[in-house]
């Protein structure tokens, strides 16, 4: 076994003065336990409800809702009493332990973040900011110590379908809060032992950040994410000593091409920057288990790196406030762009073809550079006009069930309507990631019988409609099996674009 210190010592140092500066404030369960395990459903309840007990004109704690063997999920809401009513805030939101009992770091700092907010060093963040804090989101995954929730479904990759208490609990918070700023966090694990560790190696990375890179979000919005908050989110975390780096796609194999982070809806940081919010998703350094530690699986330099990571974005936002605000703003009022990007992937970079490395050698844990085809540029196509409305004429209970767990607003036709639509037929059923061939119709004449939906796309969900419900987009859920099995080749598509909306 190898003694991994890195910069664990300073790191733990840092983390034992914090721990005694603040011996008058509650020790989080982590510290409680001397760094020697990570923190239990229960003990997180507790301690939120410490903090609220201390600080009941500061915080309180919302129940957003119950995992599958029945656990609270549970948000911390701080709001300064001073706040003026009307005043322009800043609303944040902080999530973690989405991978549970596998990436408990972030929910871990979160609590120390939550006392620092309440009685700490942060507490003047809340003279301009609303923090809302949930870390604990994946309950059971935490105490059953998986990186899954009880059902095994990875919940990261879950917000299309929505088919777990877990997901639809974090979908709902979004609506909820209507954050400003959200910040989801996450730990990434060195040793891919199933995949990378066979070929001996290892990732080195410390810190990654990535942010809503959907096409079909607010373009200013984006724009902003990626040319300013990002380059000065990352000098900020590297300037105070850990370096960090646009997040780099999972690395399984030395022979793989590198990709940036996902662009579908099916993570919850993409859907956060869809409904208009500058969304951050952060992984930091995840050490393999089998290496000997200072603290039970270097738990309090883990600790610490998102720490780091989760003070540097609070101070970043709130230094921005006034730009976040108006850019959110504007991305919230863009309810009918003219046109919206379904498909979007990555490809090899003419102008870049290779990118080169570090992975280190698992035996050695010396560096070696590895070079990589760069796959990082984005692709887009099936960009399509934004029509008024949605009409789905068939499958509607299923379809009615998704568009709930989704919070979007449709109307039931009480009678059969005439409507002027724009059909749709596919070649074949959609796959997963490849572009889905299709051929439109010009505008017709639809009876639509009693029972169908009509979805308004002028609503803050519309842009979220039409990228689940039209099979070229690559965050459609037309894209899994058991709503691909709906879709008839060479067949008009039963939902239809309708360019003028409903009567």
Known sequence: ???????????????????????????????????????????????????????????????????????????????????????????VLLVGSQHGGAEPAGGEALLAIARDLTEGDLRPLL??????????????????????????????????????????ALAQALTRYAPHAVLDTHESAVLKRTTLAREGCLTDFDAQFEIANNPAQPAGLRAFAQDQVLPALLARVSAAGLP??????????????ISNGGLTLRNFRNTAGLGGALSVLVETRLDPRHDRFASYRNIAVRVQRQLLCIRSFLAEVHARRAAIL????????????????????????????????????????????????????????????????????DHTDRLRELLDHHGIQYTTLMQPTRLAVV???????????????????????????AGGLVIDLAQPGGRKALLLLDPRSTSSVFRYPDYAALVTPAADFFVYHAPDGAP
């Open 1 to 91: 076994m190898h003694r991994i210190l890195d910069a664990s010592k300073a790191l733990l140092l840092t983390a034992l003065i914090g721990t005694a500066a603040c011996a008058e404030t509650p020790p989080t369960p982590l510290e409680a336990a001397g760094y020697s395990r990570h923190s239990t459903s229960e003990e997180v309840s507790a301690y939120l409800a410490t903090l609220v007990a201390r600080a009941p004109a500061l915080a309180r704690t919302e129940v957003l809702g119950r995992s599958v063997q029945g656990r609270p999920i549970e948000a911390l809401v701080l709001t300064a009493p001073t706040a003026e009513a009307g005043a322009p805030r800043l609303k």
């Open 423 to 449: 059909a749709t037929r596919f070649a074949a059923r959609p796959g997963r990631t490849d572009r889905v061939p299709a051929q439109p119709s010009g505008r017709t004449s639809l009876t639509v019988k």
């Open 127 to 168: 003279d301009d900011l609303d923090v809302v804090l949930i870390p604990n989101a994946n309950p059971d995954g935490r105490d059953l110590r998986r990186r899954a929730n009880a059902n095994r479904v990875n919940i990261n990759t879950d917000f299309v379908l929505l088919s777990q208490p877990e997901s639809r």
């Open 326 to 393: 108006a850019h959110t703003a504007a991305a919230r009022t863009a309810l009918k762009p003219p046109v919206l990007t379904l498909f979007a992937g990555y490809a090899a970079d003419p102008d870049h073809p290779t990118v080169t490395l570090p992975l280190r050698r698992l035996d050695t844990r010396t560096l070696e550079p590895i070079r990589f085809a760069d796959h990082r540029r984005v692709v887009t196509a099936d960009t399509v006009p934004y029509p008024a409305a949605l009409v789905v004429t």
């Open 244 to 257: 960090a780096n646009h997040y780099i796609g999972e690395i399984v194999s030395t022979r793989q091409p």
